[in-house]
């Protein structure tokens, strides 16, 4: 910005520091997180955790949680939440293995289908919301328990009785489609690096990280996908106007229903995802799947620096968030810890998080 | 703040040109809402680059007038033409695409986002090809600084929050974003009234820009003062109807301040005030 319109100064204001520049970055809590975890069990966890393969243990139920947190961040900014995809999750694993084993589809039907019933499920939940005004906080709790309930009862319907659907791993062998879901990418590279000495390897010459699991390629993706889609499209400036104020936003021609609708849309096809990549790495779908899995992406996006308010956030922020589960729920296993510490230090997290963006807005908003 | 009232103010009035022809005229304009008469035959015509005050007490129809200006209301009766073509509103689409804008109080911005994203919100410019469009956010930033200078606004940055600037900055900034949008009428809704008095002069020496590159401004208040300011003729409404239009140096503010109140009684509450109301 070498412009010279801005030749002018105001005496009034003092050169911002780069501090004060990045005290406005909303990912800033999450980032800082992510240090401060990293620290914390460089200190007191076995120095395995941070090996390779320690890394992909704790990066892959990152990147799983991660998904969703995405989608629920970019939700949250566009204002409204979804209480519902942990459920979703379960309701999309059903819907794809009774694809899978019980129609005998191959993936490239199998997957398309679940992901349009889940988008159809999204845009259902939107629509409610945006029909009636109600919350959107309400009207996703009653799906929690409708979706939890028909993935019950379905699984029920598709495997005879069981509420666990076996048999997803047989099915899918050897379709072309399934790398892109379900193990481990890079492998040739690995292997390679292995065998010129750069990662570990077992005593038989194969490496003890055979690739990067794609769940965390997806992760990536989408993070990579969700911040340019917010900071460089119209539709992301849309969103985070649909979230800052409805009436502002539709006064000044943005389309918030359509936003909004696309949303709820977009959450539900990250639980669906989720669903089809867990569904295939487990080889069966049952119908605890996706359990408390709302709240936790809810949290990482609120680490990540969302407010509950809507209309501010960041998809990085809630990719770091993401992170920061993993490595607290996998890293007590390398300390001393007691492992349920995990739910302690999750509600202090979001605690402090929640204060922390509570000033930061303050700060954006100007100081009142 | 009394020196405003007479000729010679701090704002420089651009010469209405009497014969210009009106952007937009409005002719005996009714609304009635059910069985009641909210307009009763107003009629109304905005110049390019004169500021015409419409004046009024609460609920002398102010409100419902501009709605229908913009196009939110349509009339019950009478006609509204634009540079002399009969014109018919269905929207307040239509009347942004006619050049028709409004800015209402509460100002269509969101405060977390920063100045540049509410300048352009809704209305984005794009480069690149299909896949990759993306928001041209270089333009975006630069445009929005420069406008902003224009009006006499120094963005700390173009990232500057809108919930930074003062209650008198974010109107100027819903102004300029009219105007760069194309408004050849605009409308301002009481942009004055919740404004300090500092604030309120920057306010109206907005509006004195923005009168000059040729626009019509049509600005609403209940403030007789704002109104001497800037103003450059006159409309009174009461009660749903007109009181007449007067050209600025024709009217004084008492003579003003009357005709909103309705005559008589205002004439006594004065007496008893001191007149200094």
Request: proline fraction near 4%.
């Amino acid at each position: 910005m070498a412009d010279t319109a801005q030749t002018v100064t105001d005496e009034r204001l003092k050169q911002e520091g780069f501090g004060a520049r990045l005290m406005k970055r909303p990912e800033l809590g999450a980032i800082a997180g992510v240090i401060l975890v990293t620290t914390f069990f460089l200190i007191t966890a076995d120095s395995t955790m941070f090996t390779l393969s320690g890394i992909m243990n704790f990066m892959t139920p990152a990147a799983q949680l991660g998904i969703l947190a995405i989608g629920a961040a970019m939700l949250m900014i566009g204002g409204e939440f979804d209480l519902s995809i942990g459920s979703m999750v379960a309701f999309a694993g059903l819907i794809f293995g009774a694809c899978v084993v019980t129609l005998g589809l191959p993936l490239i039907l199998a997957i398309p289908l679940t992901l349009a019933v889940a988008a159809g499920l999204g845009a259902v939940n939107g629509v409610i919301v945006l029909k009636t005004g109600l919350p959107s906080f309400i009207v996703t709790l009653a799906f929690l328990f409708i979706l939890r309930g028909a993935s019950l009862v379905g699984l029920k319907l598709a495997s005879g009785g069981s509420t666990q659907l076996r048999g997803v791993r047989d099915a899918i062998e050897g379709d072309w489609l399934a790398p892109m879901f379900s193990g481990d990418a890079f492998g040739p590279i690995f292997a390679w690096l292995a065998q010129i000495g750069l990662i570990d390897t077992f005593k038989n010459g194969t490496p003890k990280v055979p690739g990067v699991p794609v769940e965390i390629l997806w992760f990536i993706a989408l993070a990579l996908v969700a911040t340019y889609v917010l900071l460089r499209t119209p539709q992301g400036n849309w969103i985070f106007a649909s979230g800052g104020d409805r009436n502002a936003a539709s006064n000044s021609g943005v389309p918030v229903r359509k936003v909004k609708i696309s949303l709820f849309m977009v959450t539900a096809l990250c639980g669906a995802l989720v669903a089809i990549i867990t569904v295939m790495d487990a080889g069966s779908t049952d119908a605890r799947r996706g359990f408390m899995k709302e709240f936790e992406a809810i949290i990482a996006a609120v680490i990540g620096g969302c407010l509950l308010t809507g209309g501010y956030g960041s998809a990085i922020g809630a990719f770091f968030g993401a992170i920061i589960f993993g490595m607290v729920t996998i890293g007590l296993t390398y300390t001393d810890f007691d492992q349920d510490w995990f739910q302690i230090f999750l509600g202090g997290m979001l605690l402090i998080a929640v204060l922390f963006n509570n000033y930061i807005r303050k700060r954006v908003t100007g100081e009142r | 703040m009394t020196q405003q009232m007479t000729e010679d103010t701090t704002f420089h009035h651009g010469s209405p040109q009497d014969a210009a022809k009106p952007i937009i005229e409005m002719q005996n304009i009714e609304k009635h809402f059910g069985n009641i008469i909210a307009l009763a035959g107003v009629s109304f015509d905005v110049k390019p680059g004169e500021c015409h005050c419409l004046l009024g007490d609460n609920g002398a129809g102010k409100s419902t007038f501009i709605k229908t200006m913009s196009g939110v209301h349509k009339p019950t009766k009478g006609a509204i033409t634009i540079d002399g073509q009969p014109m018919n509103f269905d929207s307040p689409r239509d009347a942004m695409e006619a050049g028709i804008a409004t800015v209402f109080q509460d100002l269509a911005m969101i405060p977390l986002m920063s100045v540049t994203r509410n300048f352009f919100m809704g209305r984005e410019p794009l480069k690149g090809s299909k896949p990759f469009r993306r928001m041209d956010i270089e333009m975006m930033n630069q445009t929005t600084v420069e406008e902003m200078r224009k009006m006499g606004i120094n963005l700390r940055g173009p990232d500057q929050a809108v919930g930074t600037l003062s209650g008198g900055e974010r109107q100027t900034v819903a102004i300029a974003r009219a105007v760069y949008f194309g408004a050849r009428v605009l409308i301002l809704d009481e942009p004055t009234s919740a404004l300090g008095v500092r604030q309120t002069s920057n306010v109206l020496a907005t509006i004195d820009r923005v009168r000059k590159q040729g626009v019509g401004v049509v600005f609403i208040s209940h403030n007789v003062r704002h109104a001497l300011a800037v103003g450059d003729r006159f409309t009174v409404l009461n009660r749903g109807k007109t009181l007449g239009t007067a050209q600025r140096g024709q009217i004084t503010p008492e003579e003003l301040q009357d005709l909103m109140a309705g005559g008589q009684e205002m004439a006594q509450l004065e007496g008893s005030l001191g007149g200094t109301v």
